[in-house]
């Protein structure tokens, strides 16, 4: 478990993913081309994401060889399926339950289905992987999710999520995204998961880190950050 800690990382990140030849992001300016009608198509990535993004790119590099499979669950618009791609990864798929899924790029090489991510019809054991950035606060069913993604990963393979946090809870209660109820993870609310994962073969990677420094990501009205964490499948 990590936390993003201020702005600066954010920064840092995207610099080292520009360099890396890995960023999908579009010039600033390409906003304005856009609600002129200039240019269509799917723009994809978020600037404030690009820290979780390189964390699970760099941790992935160090841990999965380039030929294993690889699902990405809440695909649409999201950066890191195509930043695998380009960083060598030959065995992709990405779900989604979003209409305009085939807007994606490089639908040639990487797999795109619709389908729910707490029930796929994917057989057990088919990913040396999972990743996930900013999806599971999102209608967040910890006993669901928990239950599918230990199916789906082989022994030895590891679901790496980022998701909205702040040591203390922040109450979202009738705030809704993509119709679906919001939820800022409190250091609370990671340990229980991480303590119910363990039931499912699911073991945290590293040390856990839960303290926060500053709130550089600010929504609905509330500020806080990103938390980052790696299970793996042991059993």
Aim: charge should be neutral; glycine fraction near 8%.
């Amino acid at each position: 478990m990590k936390v993003l800690q201020d702005k600066t990382q954010i920064e840092n990140a995207r610099k080292e993913m520009i360099s890396k030849g890995i960023s999908s992001l579009e010039p600033s300016y390409y906003f304005i081309f856009r609600k002129l009608g200039l240019i269509r198509g799917l723009s994809l990535g978020d600037y404030l994401k690009s820290w979780d993004v390189l964390e699970t790119l760099n941790f992935l590099d160090l841990h999965i060889k380039k030929n294993k499979p690889i699902l990405d669950i809440g695909c649409y618009a999201s950066e890191i399926i195509i930043a695998l791609h380009r960083s060598g990864y030959s065995c992709l798929t990405g779900i989604d339950l979003n209409p305009s899924l085939g807007e994606m790029p490089h639908g040639e090489t990487i797999r795109y289905e619709k389908q729910n991510f707490m029930q796929t019809k994917f057989k057990d054991a088919s990913f040396e992987a999972i990743t996930s950035i900013s999806v599971i606060e999102h209608g967040f069913d910890e006993q669901k999710l928990l239950v599918e993604i230990s199916r789906l990963l082989r022994p030895g393979g590891y679901f790496i999520a980022s998701f909205d946090y702040w040591p203390e809870k922040i109450d979202t209660s009738g705030l809704k995204f993509f119709g679906m109820d919001w939820l800022i993870f409190s250091k609370t609310d990671v340990s229980e998961f991480i303590d119910h994962a363990a039931r499912y073969g699911l073991a945290p990677v590293g040390e856990s880190h839960f303290k926060a420094k500053d709130t550089p990501i600010r929504c609905a009205g509330k500020a806080y950050t990103f938390g980052w964490l790696v299970l793996k499948k042991v059993g």
